[in-house]
T-cell receptor
């Protein structure tokens, strides 16, 4: 069974700092990997989707990379803002979706 | 577009009672997913429908859980009888045809079983 791990579980950074969130998975036979954002009391919002044939995707200040052979993905957030505070989840899509437990990010003004 | 609609938003019930969670997907979407989120296990896929037909229910924890999708605009997740360990946030998501990887999530239903 696919196992998805996210490190760190929680992260606190000052505003303006660049940061990296990590996601690792055990089975490289995936169709794609997706990063989500979850705000308290709300559902998930899809941030970036990387197909298995791609190496990275960018959207604004966000950049996600995928190294399928090593079972790793990173989400890079540039120039962090207090509004980025949320829980970030990665999900790998193989035969079904497998989610990590998330990284709780706090950006301090 | 109203997005994915879930009801109720909060449900508190006693052990042994039947619980029914409801979901209205985005109009035009033909895939619907039910997820459960707990602190210990994170977000888990329970069941996935495509064109109202259950495709993958391997995540349904046990026979106490059942899900239906009688038409393209409505789905239910039922727990009977409910147990305290079922307490979690249950999310419904939908995706457009051919884009199952692009899921739009509802706000979730927070279930507490006493």
């Amino acid at each position: 069974k696919q196992e998805v791990t996210q490190i760190p579980a929680a992260l606190s950074v000052p505003e303006g700092e660049n940061l990296v969130l990590n996601c690792s998975f055990t089975d490289s036979a995936i169709y794609n990997l997706q990063w989500f954002r979850q705000d308290p009391g709300k559902g998930l919002t899809s941030l970036l989707l990387i197909q298995s044939s791609q190496r990275e995707q960018t959207s604004g200040r966000l950049n996600a990379s995928l190294d399928k052979s090593s079972g790793r993905s990173t989400l890079y957030i540039a120039a962090s803002q207090p509004g980025d505070s949320a829980t970030y989840l990665c999900a790998v899509n193989g035969n079904q979706f497998y989610f990590g437990t998330g990284t709780s990010l706090t950006v301090i003004p | 577009d109203a997005g994915v609609i879930q009801s109720p938003r909060h449900e508190v019930t006693e052990m042994g009672q039947e619980v029914t969670l409801r979901c209205k997907p985005i109009s035009g979407h033909n895939s619907l997913f039910w997820y459960r989120q707990t602190m210990m296990r994170g977000l888990e896929l329970l069941i996935y429908f495509n064109n109202n037909v259950p495709i993958d229910d391997s995540g349904m924890p046990e026979d106490r859980f059942s899900a239906k999708m009688p038409n393209a605009s409505f789905s239910t997740l039922k727990i009977q009888p409910s147990e305290p360990r079922d307490s979690a946030v249950y999310f419904c998501a939908s995706s457009p045809p051919g884009r199952e990887e692009t899921q739009y999530f509802g706000p979730g239903t927070r279930l507490t079983v006493l």
